[in-house]
């Protein structure tokens, strides 16, 4: 899926229903206030100064198909003159699985709206319920239908580490996302922010935290099968705002860097195969494309140490090898 510039408003909180556990949008998205077509007017008119052609306006933040009809059409309004002179070739939104319906897209894509994301979070209803959802996983099933019959590109966003969850559960979230046939995905690994109710659950000792090291080891597992299945991840972790690396994110996997761990985590366990019943003391070569080369070594050179601690190896180096693809090969093995 081709991506084009992103030009993001955000709409913290408009429409929502209910109050996630998890969630304080405000200090996620860094944005203190709802918008306004004044403020998507704002934004597209300087990505026109800056002469941006093609770019993509992405409503992110609320439940926007929750928020009132009157506010809906004032944002989508504002963005019209922009479709019209090219800075902006489309609109994506997301918003909740249960607040879709048919009239509701057929006006979405009258008004230039081409992607909606859905909030899945979880396919496990008690899971969703532990977290405030206030929805249903089957919501998401008929919400994903209702997209794609649309003809709306369809992107699902999933979380692991929500109370009540575990690595098997989101495991099979991913599974089960996977099946919907989404254009795309993100990933989403639980953070703990302050002011929601999930930071007083940690307080109190009732959620225990998920950490970068079990966002790593769970992403590792999943990010594959979105991958085998031919279906992007566009994101992988929260993207990192002023106030969340200030002290705002108490706990849980919030790195700025995430989805390199877990890139990392993935070649690390494909290289640790490969070097099963290599004998001990050896001095072994993997090969890896240009772009994986960094991954591939790992943070303060922590695969490739780890590695040749965890196989009694004299040495382990890393070179770079265009026809490798995404994975790792096994170029050498000396006494």
């Known amino acids: 899926m081709a991506r084009a510039r992103i030009i993001p408003v955000f709409v913290p909180h408009l429409g929502c229903p209910n109050e996630c556990v998890f969630c304080d949008q405000k200090r996620i998205s860094g944005s203190p206030s709802p918008a306004s077509g004044a403020d998507v007017d704002r934004a597209l008119a300087r990505a026109r100064q800056m002469g941006t052609t093609g770019a993509e306006l992405a409503l992110y933040g609320g439940s926007f198909t929750a928020v009132s009809p ?3 059409q004032e944002l989508l309004a504002a963005a019209q003159p922009y479709l019209a002179d090219g800075t902006i070739r489309s609109i994506r939104l997301s918003t909740r699985p249960d607040a879709v319906d048919r009239a509701e897209l057929a006006m979405l894509r009258r008004w230039g709206v081409q992607t909606v994301e859905l909030g899945a979070q979880s396919m496990c209803d008690e899971v969703l319920a532990a977290s405030g959802r206030g929805h249903t996983a089957a919501d998401t099933v008929r919400a994903s239908a209702l997209v794609k019959k649309a003809g709306l590109q ?3 966003q999933m979380m692991t580490g929500l109370p009540g969850s575990d690595r098997e559960k989101d495991t099979d979230t991913a599974r089960r996302i996977i099946a919907l046939a989404p254009d795309g995905a993100r990933i989403y690994p639980t953070v703990v922010v302050e002011g929601t109710v999930l930071a007083d659950m ?6 225990r935290e998920h950490t970068v090291a079990d966002a790593v080891a769970v992403c590792a597992d999943i990010l594959p099968l979105f991958e085998a299945a031919d279906i992007p991840v566009i994101r992988l972790g929260l993207n990192p705002t002023a106030e969340l690396s200030a002290g705002s994110a108490l706990a849980g996997a919030y790195h700025p860097a995430l989805g390199e761990l877990v890139r990392s985590e993935i070649l690390r366990r494909e290289a640790a195969a490969l070097l099963a019943g290599v004998p001990a003391g050896a001095k072994v070569t993997l090969g890896v494309a240009p772009e994986r080369l960094s ?3 790992g943070q303060r050179r922590e695969n490739v140490d780890g590695l040749r601690r965890a196989f009694s190896l004299g ?13 790792v090969v096994l170029v050498d093995v000396r006494p």
């Open 70 to 72: 009157a506010l809906q």
């Open 154 to 156: 369809l992107i699902l």
């Open 202 to 207: 940690w307080r109190a000792g009732t959620y």
């Open 295 to 297: 991954a591939m070594i």
């Open 315 to 327: 040495q382990v180096r890393v070179k770079c090898l265009p026809q490798a693809g995404g994975g």
